[in-house]
């Protein structure tokens, strides 16, 4: 964690419980809208090439497929750790997923891959009404989506298949690939906010 983490962290905006009135969270001025757009348009590019890597590689080396799960965590950990605002994480993910319509070869169903990831990131804020957003929260959703997407595709990987280490490997994998993903959309947002963009008012008490 780095410093500026930290220092954010401890900032009255990470910790305080907004008063606010009834909602007004989940209002998007236009420059949140603006801002959801091009995170979304972003991770596109980023997924689309990524999307036909990790199919190719779900076969013959599911475990470096596994390796890039942590990426379609991404756009949403840096869209809610910007923005700080609810549901921001499912309308980038949601944005992403019907820019990849017509590159993804998975059609429309690349929205609800996209939105099933991006419910991890969000989830977390959910419990709390989003009034706190602490780092450790965004860590919270990346390890429950590492536990959950392995078993959940557990038939498709034929899991049942494996040796125990595989298998054990295989959650590990998972789990450091979320992790590391939020990690780095933590990073991207973190610099993002330095330079200007995005806002954190909505944790500003009113």
């Known amino acids: 964690m780095s410093g500026a983490d930290a220092a954010g962290d401890l900032a009255p905006s990470d910790a305080?419980?907004?008063?606010a009135e009834p909602g007004r969270r989940f209002r998007f001025?236009?420059?949140i809208l603006l801002t959801c757009a091009a995170l979304g348009v972003a991770g596109a590019v980023l997924l689309a090439p990524m999307n036909w890597l990790s199919t190719l590689l779900t076969?013959?080396?599911p475990f470096l497929g596994m390796a890039l799960a942590g990426l379609w965590l991404l756009p949403s950990v840096i869209a809610l750790r910007l923005?700080?605002?609810p549901l921001v994480g499912l309308l980038v993910a949601l944005i992403a997923g019907?820019?990849?319509v017509p590159f993804s070869g998975y059609g429309f169903g690349s929205v609800l891959t996209n939105l099933w990831?991006?419910?991890f990131t969000e989830l977390p804020f959910l419990f709390v009404l989003w009034r706190y957003w602490g780092t450790s929260m965004h860590y919270v959703g990346a390890v429950a989506v590492g536990i959950v997407y392995p078993?959940?595709?557990?038939?498709?990987?034929?899991?049942?298949s494996m040796t125990l280490f595989a298998?054990?490997?295989f959650f590990a994998v998972t789990m450091a690939s979320c992790v590391g993903g939020t990690a780095l959309g933590i990073v991207i947002a973190d610099r993002l906010r330095k330079a200007g963009v995005g806002t954190p008012t909505a944790t500003i008490l009113r």
């Open 83 to 85: 923005l700080r605002r």
């Open 98 to 100: 019907l820019v990849l």
């Open 151 to 160: 078993i959940s595709a557990w038939a498709w990987f034929d899991l049942g």
């Open 117 to 119: 990831w991006a419910a």
């Open 167 to 169: 298998q054990v490997a």
């Open 59 to 61: 076969g013959p080396l």
């Open 16 to 19: 305080v419980v907004r008063k």
């Open 29 to 31: 001025p236009t420059a």
